[in-house]
C-alpha cells in the first residue's frame, strides 16, 4: 500500500501524519482488514434456513463469514458446502480446544473450511481463570494447543470474554498474563465488546496487543457489565456506530487486524437489518471491504 492510499484509509486528520508515517512503512501489515461476519450472529435463522440465511449474508455485503456451531442436523461438510453456494469464504474458525473426543474435529474443521485459522471461542467462563495458578494451567494446554495446531499446518487465535479483563490474579488482569505467557505463535481475537464491559477501553487494549491483535470481533450497543451475562442473556446489541463504542478509535488501531468480524449476540430489531447496516458502516467511514 502507497502512503497517499494509507492516508486516505486511515483520515489522517483522524490519526495524524506523524503516527501515519511511523505505521506505513515496514510495521504495517500492507493491506487493511477484511469485513467478516461471525455466523454466531444469524444462527437463529440457520436452525430453520442454512442456504437462504448464507445468501442474504452474502447479499449483505460480506464476503467472509467466521464459523461457530451448527445445528446437530448440518455436518461440517454441508455447512462447507453452502458457504460455498453462497460465495462466501471462510476467515476462521471458532472451535472446541483440541482435547480428547474433540482432537479429530478440530483438524476436520479447517479441512472441511480450507481455513488455516482455528479459535478457541472462550465459553463459558473457566473458573481456572479466578487464580494465578488455574491461569497459567490454563496457558499450558493454550501453548499444547499450539504446538499440536502447528503439526497440523494450522494457526491457533484466542477469543476472550469480560472476564479475561475483570478476573486480576497475582496483581493484574488475566489478560496481562496470557499476553506475557502465551507462545507469541498464538494470535488473539480481541472481542472489543467485552473489552468495554469489563470496563478498559478497547482501542488502548488493540494497541497494546500490537502484532498478536489479528482478529476483532465488532460489536456496539450498552456494553456494560450486569449479572445476566454469566446466564448468557446479554443487553440487545446495536448496528454498529449507533451504541457506546468508539468504533473509529478501534479501526485505526487495527493496525495488524487481518480481519473485523461483525457479532451480535443479541439484538432487539430485525439481526439482517443489522448486520447490513454494520456492513456499510465499516465500508463506507472507512473504505473497507
Excluded at 26 to 35: H, L, Q, S, T, W
Excluded at 201 to 217: K, M
Aim: with cysteine; hydrophobic share 40%; charged share 25%.
Amino acid at each position: 500500500m502507497d502512503r497517499k492510499t494509507f492516508l486516505k484509509w486511515t483520515g489522517a486528520g483522524l490519526l495524524g501524519t506523524a503516527v501515519a508515517d511511523r505505521i506505513s512503512g515496514a510495521m504495517f501489515k500492507a493491506e487493511p482488514p477484511r469485513i467478516g461476519l461471525q455466523l454466531y450472529t444469524v444462527r437463529d435463522a440457520i436452525k430453520q434456513d442454512l442456504q437462504g440465511t448464507l445468501n442474504k449474508v452474502a447479499e449483505s455485503g460480506y464476503k467472509y463469514v467466521e464459523t461457530a456451531f451448527w445445528p446437530e442436523a448440518v455436518t461440517l461438510n454441508d455447512a462447507a458446502a453452502a458457504i460455498r453456494k453462497a460465495g462466501l469464504l471462510v476467515s476462521s474458525c471458532h472451535v472446541e480446544l483440541p482435547l480428547g473426543d474433540d482432537e479429530k474435529a478440530f483438524s476436520e474443521t479447517a479441512e472441511a473450511f480450507g481455513c488455516k485459522k482455528l479459535i478457541w471461542h472462550g465459553w463459558p467462563e473457566d473458573k481456572r481463570y479466578s487464580s494465578l495458578e488455574g491461569t497459567r494451567e490454563l496457558i499450558g494446554i493454550y501453548n499444547k494447543t499450539a504446538d499440536y495446531a502447528r503439526s497440523k499446518g494450522i494457526e491457533f487465535g484466542l477469543h476472550n470474554h469480560w472476564w479475561e479483563y475483570r478476573n486480576q490474579v497475582g496483581g493484574k488482569p488475566v489478560f496481562e498474563w496470557l499476553l506475557k505467557e502465551t507462545d507469541p505463535s498464538i494470535f488473539f481475537e480481541i472481542d472489543t465488546y467485552w473489552v468495554k464491559v469489563a470496563g478498559f477501553t478497547p482501542a488502548d487494549i488493540v494497541n497494546r496487543f500490537g502484532r498478536r491483535a489479528r482478529f476483532l470481533h465488532m460489536k456496539d450497543g450498552p456494553a456494560r457489565y450486569n449479572e445476566k451475562l454469566a446466564v448468557d442473556n446479554p443487553d440487545p446489541m446495536t448496528a454498529l456506530g449507533r451504541g457506546t463504542q468508539d468504533i473509529p478509535a478501534i479501526v485505526h488501531a487495527a493496525l495488524f487486524a487481518e480481519f473485523l468480524v461483525v457479532e451480535m449476540d443479541k439484538t432487539a430489531g430485525d439481526v439482517f437489518i443489522a448486520i447490513k447496516e454494520s456492513y456499510d458502516y465499516l465500508h463506507q467511514q472507512f473504505h473497507l471491504v
